[in-house]
């Protein structure tokens, strides 16, 4: 029994098709499978079905893609199965989701037809290995005086505020500069979703989570970030950390730096002017003489190079002492 060549050839061409849509639906991230193992990628959006993937590269920016999901069925499903691969469900009553998948990417998906016409979601996508200082100087985001002055201040116990719009190099500065931290150190972190990467073994990673209902009542508490840095500080850490400072937990944390331990935090300001005008107001409130417990502030931008968007530490500011005339 003979098989024409050619015929062999294209039924193993088919075969092998089959066999890789089958892996990428089943095993792989369906349409996006190949964008998410590009480590170039830095954001994956869907704005709806029949609208195509926008992409960020950080060699190329903004991309247009030709991947599109064909009907809203299709889209739907895909962001059903993207909040359970993060261990959440997405549904009429909880319509918005924030989650980190298995490799590490931050999802942020909404529902169609509740909060948003179509379903929607945006994937951050993170280094499996997070960068280092070397990494930072390497790519002129930090000098290197800046460098040795952060690995002064760590090792000596400052206090530290990494200020920045979104996408300026917050938490990627954070992570990065938290090598500085000696080893023997035991540090909390405190996030709505998982960012923070630290190489030391001495960690607590905490998150916040969303009360459990029922059809009838609610039967579990919310677990917001007051109630995780309220629990962070009876466990006797020598360093907090809070991925985004944007409410009462402000006041905790403060209080923590005033009782002696070290902290850092992230929080969106553009300017030292914005920054405390955010501190001072609601929903924070912090009362000015607290500002004196944070020893530096840093602030991080976005900036536009010859055509080309790179993230670069503008600022490093100390606080000696409040002036009670300004």
């Given at each position: 029994?003979?098989?024409?060549p ?5 039924l193993?061409?088919?075969k ?31 704005d ?8 960020y ?27 359970q ?7 009429i ?6 989650g ?12 169609a ?22 990494d ?8 290197l005086?800046?460098?040795?002055y ?15 719009g979104?996408a ?31 190489p030391?073994?001495?960690?607590i990673?905490?998150?916040t ?43 905790s944390l ?11 935090a ?8 914005t ?52």
């Amino acid at each position: 029994y003979f098989i024409n060549p050619c015929k062999y050839l294209i039924l193993k061409k088919i075969k092998e098709k089959n066999y890789y849509h089958r892996c990428r639906h089943f095993l792989g991230d369906n349409k996006i499978d190949i964008l998410m193992k590009d480590e170039g990628i830095e954001d994956i959006s869907s704005d709806g079905h029949q609208v195509p993937i926008f992409i960020y590269h950080k060699k190329y920016d903004a991309i247009t893609t030709n991947i599109k999901f064909d009907d809203e069925k299709e889209l739907n499903s895909f962001v059903v199965r993207l909040a359970q691969i993060c261990g959440k469900q997405i549904s009429i009553y909880s319509p918005i989701v924030d989650g980190k998948l298995p490799d590490g990417s931050r999802l942020q998906t909404t529902l169609a037809r509740t909060v948003t016409k179509p379903s929607t979601f945006t994937i951050r996508k993170f280094k499996e290995n997070p960068l280092t200082p070397i990494d930072l100087i390497g790519f002129q985001s930090i000098s290197l005086d800046m460098a040795a002055y952060f690995w002064l201040a760590i090792e000596k116990g400052a206090s530290i505020l990494f200020c920045g719009g979104t996408a300026s190099g917050k938490t990627t500065a954070l992570n990065a500069l938290s090598i500085f931290i000696p080893e023997q150190h035991k540090i909390v972190t405190i996030e709505d979703t998982r960012e923070i990467n630290l190489p030391h073994k001495n960690w607590i990673a905490g998150t916040t989570r969303q009360g459990f209902t029922t059809t009838d009542e609610k039967t579990g508490k919310d677990i917001d970030m007051f109630d995780l840095i309220r629990a962070a500080l009876r466990q006797r850490p020598k360093v907090v950390m809070v991925g985004e400072v944007r409410g009462k937990e402000a006041y905790s944390l403060f209080q923590a730096m005033a009782t002696g331990h070290t902290s850092y935090a992230t929080v969106h300001a553009s300017d030292i002017h914005t920054l405390i005008q955010r501190l001072e107001n609601p929903p924070i409130s912090l009362p000015r003489t607290l500002l004196t417990s944070l020893d530096i502030i840093v602030f991080q931008k976005a900036v536009d190079i010859n055509g080309k968007m790179v993230r670069r530490m503008t600022s490093i500011s100390e606080i000696v002492k409040l002036d009670s005339d300004t």
